[in-house]
C-alpha cells in the first residue's frame, strides 16, 4: 500500500492500520463481547501479511488484555515490525466505571505499564483518549506527554476526541503530531469544524470506527444485532437501535451495490469513503479473525468513483428529507 506521512512525524504509514479495541475481550465497560486471543493473534499476523504498518491500541482496551495480545502478536511475528501506537488518560475506578485521569504522575505510570504489556522499549506514537473538561488537568497530561517525548520513551504524540478549543490549547504547550477522531458515514461530526482545522495547522488525522463499529460491514444485520452478547457495548447504542437501525440497514444496501461494481466488500466501500476526505491520514479498522481481516485490510487501494460518492451524499439527502 502506498503510504502516507503522519502530521509533523516521520511515520509514513498505510492508509489503513489494524485497531485492537475489540480485542480486549470482556470484563470492562465498553468490551465488545467475548474474544479469542489466537483469533485475534491470527488477525493482526494476517493484517500485517496484507500490508498493513501499524497497530493502534489502548492501555483501558481490556484494561490492559489488547496490549498484552498485541505484545505476544508482535512477539511471534517475524516480518518487518509495524509501528505501534496506544494511547493513556482513561483509568476504570473502584465502582467499575471508567474515568479521564490527565495527572502527570497517572499518565507515567500508565506509560510503564504499556510498555511492558507491549514488550517494546518505545511507543511510535503515543496519544490522549480523551480529553479533561478541566483545562488545567489536561494542560496537565498534555504537557506529560511532551515530557515524555524528550525523554525518549515515546516518538511522537497525539490526541484523541479533542475537539478544536482543546487542540489549541495543547498546540501552545507542544506540537501535536495526530488526532484520532470517531469519523465514518454514520457520524460526520467532525467535518464542520475538526477536520478542516487539522488540515489547516498540519495535524495528521488517523480515525477511529470508520465501519460504524461494525454496522458497514454487510455482516450485521437486525437479528445479529438481537443476538449481540449482554457485554457487548453496542447493544445498547443508538447506532445499533430503532430508529437508526434502519437507516444504517438501508446505508449498507448501497455500499454492497457499489462494492459490487469493484469486487470488494462493503466495509471497504465504507472504509473507503472516509480516506477520500483529504484531512484523514489513515483509518483504523479492527479485525477479529483472519477472516475478517480479509474482508477488509486493503481498503487502502481502494478508490471510490465520483458518481459513487454522488449516490451516497444522494441517499443521506433522501434519508435526512
Known amino acids: 500500500m502506498q503510504s502516507r506521512t503522519l502530521g509533523n512525524s516521520d511515520l509514513k504509514i498505510t492508509p489503513v492500520g489494524y485497531g485492537a479495541w475489540a480485542i480486549g475481550g470482556s470484563g470492562w465497560q465498553f468490551a465488545w463481547g467475548p474474544q479469542d486471543d489466537n483469533d485475534s493473534i491470527a488477525a493482526i499476523h494476517r493484517s500485517l501479511e496484507l500490508g498493513i504498518n501499524w497497530i493502534d491500541t489502548a492501555a483501558v482496551y481490556g484494561l490492559g488484555h489488547?496490549?498484552?495480545?498485541?505484545?505476544?502478536?508482535?512477539k511471534s511475528?517475524?516480518?518487518?515490525?509495524?509501528?505501534?501506537?496506544?494511547k493513556c488518560a482513561r483509568r476504570q475506578d473502584e465502582s467499575g466505571q471508567l474515568r479521564t485521569i490527565l495527572k502527570a504522575s497517572s499518565i507515567r505510570e500508565e506509560l510503564e505499564s504499556s510498555l511492558r504489556r507491549l514488550q517494546i522499549d518505545v511507543i511510535d506514537l503515543y496519544q490522549i483518549h480523551w480529553p479533561a473538561q478541566d483545562a488545567a488537568e489536561l494542560e496537565e497530561g498534555w504537557?506529560?506527554?511532551?515530557?515524555?517525548?524528550?525523554?525518549?520513551?515515546?516518538?511522537?504524540?497525539?490526541?484523541?476526541?479533542?475537539?478544536?478549543?482543546?487542540?489549541r490549547r495543547a498546540s501552545a504547550i507542544a506540537p501535536i503530531t495526530s488526532l484520532q477522531p470517531k469519523y465514518s458515514l454514520i457520524h460526520r461530526e467532525v467535518e464542520a469544524e475538526?477536520?478542516?482545522?487539522?488540515?489547516?495547522?498540519?495535524?495528521?488525522?488517523?480515525?477511529?470506527?470508520?465501519?460504524?463499529?461494525?454496522?458497514l460491514t454487510g455482516t450485521m444485520t437486525r437479528e445479529r444485532v438481537a443476538r449481540l452478547p449482554e457485554d457487548d457495548w453496542?447493544?445498547?447504542?443508538?447506532?445499533?437501535?430503532?430508529?437508526?437501525?434502519?437507516?444504517?440497514?438501508?446505508?449498507?444496501e448501497l455500499l454492497e451495490q457499489i462494492a459490487r461494481n469493484h469486487g470488494r466488500t462493503p466495509g471497504e466501500v465504507a472504509i473507503a469513503w472516509t480516506l477520500q476526505n483529504p484531512a484523514v491520514t489513515g483509518a483504523i479498522v479492527g479485525a477479529r479473525s483472519a477472516k475478517q481481516a480479509d474482508g477488509v485490510m486493503r481498503a487502502g487501494d481502494l478508490h471510490l468513483s465520483g458518481d459513487e460518492i454522488l449516490q451516497i451524499s444522494e441517499f443521506f439527502a433522501a434519508t435526512t428529507a
Open 66 to 74: 489488547s496490549e498484552e495480545v498485541v505484545g505476544r502478536a508482535l
Open 77 to 86: 511475528w517475524s516480518g518487518p515490525k509495524p509501528y505501534v501506537f496506544t
Open 143 to 167: 504537557q506529560a506527554l511532551s515530557t515524555l517525548q524528550r525523554e525518549g520513551k515515546v516518538r511522537w504524540i497525539g490526541v484523541s476526541n479533542f475537539n478544536v478549543d482543546q487542540m
Open 194 to 215: 475538526v477536520l478542516p482545522y487539522c488540515e489547516r495547522h498540519g495535524i495528521g488525522v488517523i480515525a477511529y470506527s470508520p465501519m460504524g463499529s461494525g454496522l
Open 234 to 252: 453496542r447493544k445498547r447504542h443508538a447506532d445499533f437501535i430503532e430508529p437508526n437501525l434502519s437507516r444504517n440497514l438501508a446505508l449498507v
